[in-house]
């Protein structure tokens, strides 16, 4: 048995939770200790029998008690990696098909499978000027915008440990409401728990047990849409997972990514990730056509020199570069690369973990009215892939910290 750990400056709450042979902690710098989390009696799992999930989905922890804003689990059964990487995954809507067939036990309605996929954000590597390890910060920035009101909707981050058998350990991160939960779901009443099964598949960032982290980001235009001969498809997520699960090298990651088609179906977005690992390797992965009214199809990788160490919402490959989306002309970010360029630059591109944190809280995104904002910082995040920990603050809330470490 594993303990989760959190705590809070004197005070300290432990919960015990069944996982494989791993620790993992969880802290925060409040000086009063969390309330213990209710349990989500009310809140029903209606497609699911087995009561090895069930007890998986109602294990979740309230790391503030009962605030609703940020969960952690443990996800402990197969969650069918080999299965989605046969079945061809090139869409939200095969991914929610994968998710019906092979990890619930009951046949979904339309209505019980809620499941989309997006990201922003504003991402940078780096050497800890303080220690000589390796980090990776990013926000991961995201309007939900009620579409009537226009109201902002909450979110809960949840933090998701996985263990796969023959597997890398992880720790990730999922906006909860791309399953359509709000905050506070878990203990409202009313939400179905269900689809919890799908969060090894919906990260957006995460660390794997050797030091290897990947971090997703939007780029606007048409989706990726690779079609070579002889590759499967695969969609966003889980090419994530499976680099999560099985490599330990930027090298690695770029020798997998290569195997297959990386497929998108959001009419308006592609993808761009950024990987790293505890060598101090790094990489930036983008998908290019410079003809822009056709889909992306091309990988392009960008590593090895300092400015290629930070991005936000636009191409920098020279491929792009004079494209509407690309670093000539795009203004999608652009304040924040510029911010990340200048300070980076000042610093030798080096930074101590303290000034990495500086750093995303200066290019975090918080103007509290959303028709102005292209994002709204959910979390901030700075990686040290050596040590296996993550250090995260939610919603600009700079003074409180939360750790996860990968044992």
Same mark, same amino acid.
């Given at each position: ?15 015990g ?27 029903k799992?209606?497609?699911i029998?087995d ?5 998986m ?11 609703g ?5 443990t996800y402990? *059964? =197969? %969650? #069918?990696?080999?299965?989605a990487?046969?079945m061809g995954? !090139?869409?939200?809507?095969?991914l929610k +098909? ?14 019980s499978?809620a ?5 922003g ?18 926000n ?26 023959g597997?890398?350990r ?8 791309? *399953? =359509? %939960? #709000? ?5 409202d009443?009313?939400? !179905? ?5 799908? +969060? ?10 050797d ?11 048409l ?12 969609f ?7 680099l ?8 690695e ?51 090895g ?6 991005v ?8 792009m570069?004079?494209?509407p ?6 203004t999608?970010?652009?304040?924040r ?6 300070v980076?630059l ?38 040290n ?8 603050s ?7 910290t ?6």
């Amino acid at each position: 048995m594993a303990i989760l750990n959190f705590t809070k400056h004197h005070g300290m709450l432990l919960a015990g939770i069944v996982v494989s042979t791993l620790i993992f902690a969880a802290c925060s710098n409040d000086d009063e200790p969390a309330a213990p989390t209710p349990t989500p009696t009310e809140n029903k799992a209606a497609l699911i029998k087995d009561k090895d999930k069930l007890a998986m989905l109602y294990s979740l922890v309230d790391l503030e008690g009962n605030k609703g804003r940020i969960y952690e689990m443990t996800y402990n *059964v =197969d %969650y #069918k990696l080999d299965e989605a990487l046969n079945m061809g995954i !090139d869409c939200t809507q095969k991914l929610k +098909l994968f998710v019906a067939k092979y990890l619930l036990d009951s046949s979904p309605s339309p209505k019980s499978m809620a499941l989309s996929y997006d990201a922003g954000c504003s991402v940078f590597a780096c050497p800890d000027a303080s220690s000589g390890n390796f980090l990776m910060g990013r926000n991961f920035d995201f309007n939900h915008i009620h579409p009537t009101t226009k109201e902002r909707i909450m979110i809960p981050l949840i933090v998701v440990h996985t263990a796969p058998a023959g597997g890398k350990r992880s720790v990730s991160f999922v906006d909860g409401l791309f *399953v =359509d %939960y #709000k905050s506070g779901f878990y203990t409202d009443g009313k939400s !179905d728990l269900s689809m919890l099964m799908a +969060l090894p598949y919906l990260m957006l960032d995460g660390i794997n047990e050797d030091g290897f982290a990947i971090s997703v980001l939007k780029l606007d235009g048409l989706p990726t849409l690779q079609q070579e001969s002889g590759k499967k498809k695969i969609f966003t997520t889980v090419a994530m997972r499976m680099l999560l699960d099985r490599v330990s090298t930027v090298k690695e990651a770029v020798e997998m990514l290569n195997q297959y088609n990386i497929c998108r179906d959001t009419d308006t977005s592609r993808d761009l990730f950024l990987i790293a690992d505890y060598t101090g390797d790094y990489a930036f992965v983008e998908y290019t056509n410079p003809t822009i009214e056709q889909n992306p199809t091309k990988m392009e990788v960008f590593t090895g020199n300092n400015t290629s160490r930070y991005v936000t919402n636009f191409y920098v490959s020279p491929t792009m570069a004079d494209s509407p989306d690309g670093v000539n002309n795009s203004t999608h970010g652009k304040a924040r690369y510029e911010s990340l360029r200048d300070v980076l630059l000042e610093h030798n591109y080096k930074l101590t973990p303290a000034q990495a944190i500086s750093l995303l809280q200066k290019v975090a995104q918080g103007p509290e009215n959303p028709e102005l904002s292209t994002g709204f910082t959910q979390w901030s995040d700075v990686y040290n892939l050596n040590k296996k920990t993550v250090t995260m603050s939610i919603l600009r809330e700079w003074d409180k910290t939360f750790t996860f470490k990968v044992k």
